[in-house]
């Protein structure tokens, strides 16, 4: 079959066919250059997505054998004068006639412990104490449930910070303790910085208590 051009030249069609074939190759040589880098591309930011959160996870994880170890309170003078401080400070918030039992309980909520070890395997930190209540948890923000040596139900959580130290929060009825766990320079001295928060309290009431690695 033939195809008059339009100033009367012929053309079979088959050329013609070639011909636009033969036009058309590099568009699609082109498309597919494109399909393949841009699948490249994705792979590329699937692979580079999945190595972040990667790094994310291994920075995650905290060494926690510099805790590992037993320890006994540091009997420190100041540490005692601010908790007692503490102590007067949130019952100066009641009247009078419920102060003394005010007092009391916000003493049995900023209690000091004698002693009290960490334990560690796997990435579980437990936590154990002359009160024979073991908190044993990963440091990771999940509450887990626990009962105080009185028999309490509380929900316990704790978080990594970047200075290697982490914090544990307590939370019961009564309200939160939040306890931030540091050790100095050469892992002999741990500190405790306590907060009691609850709604009956206008704030915070702050006490540090010393420990001496034994």
Known sequence: MSIIGPIGWVMRKSSLQGSMMD?????????????????????????????AQTAVLEEASPDLSAFVG??????????????????????????????????????KSCFVLSRL???????????????????TSRIDGNPVDARTHEGEAIKFWRLWNEDNSFVQIIQSERGKRRARMSLNADGSILTIEVQILSDKLDGPLDYVSHYRRR
């Open 23 to 51: 036009q058309l190759a590099p568009v699609f040589v082109l498309h597919n250059v494109k399909r393949r880098a841009k699948s490249m591309y994705s792979l590329y930011f699937i692979l580079l997505l999945m190595g």
């Open 70 to 107: 037993d320890y006994e309170l540091l009997s420190r003078q100041d540490d005692k004068s601010r908790r007692q401080a503490a102590i007067e400070a949130g019952a100066q918030q009641f009247n009078f006639l419920i102060r003394p039992i005010a007092r009391a309980r916000i003493e």
């Open 117 to 135: 070890s960490f334990r560690e395997k796997d990435g579980v930190l437990t936590l154990n104490s002359e009160r024979n209540m073991p908190l």
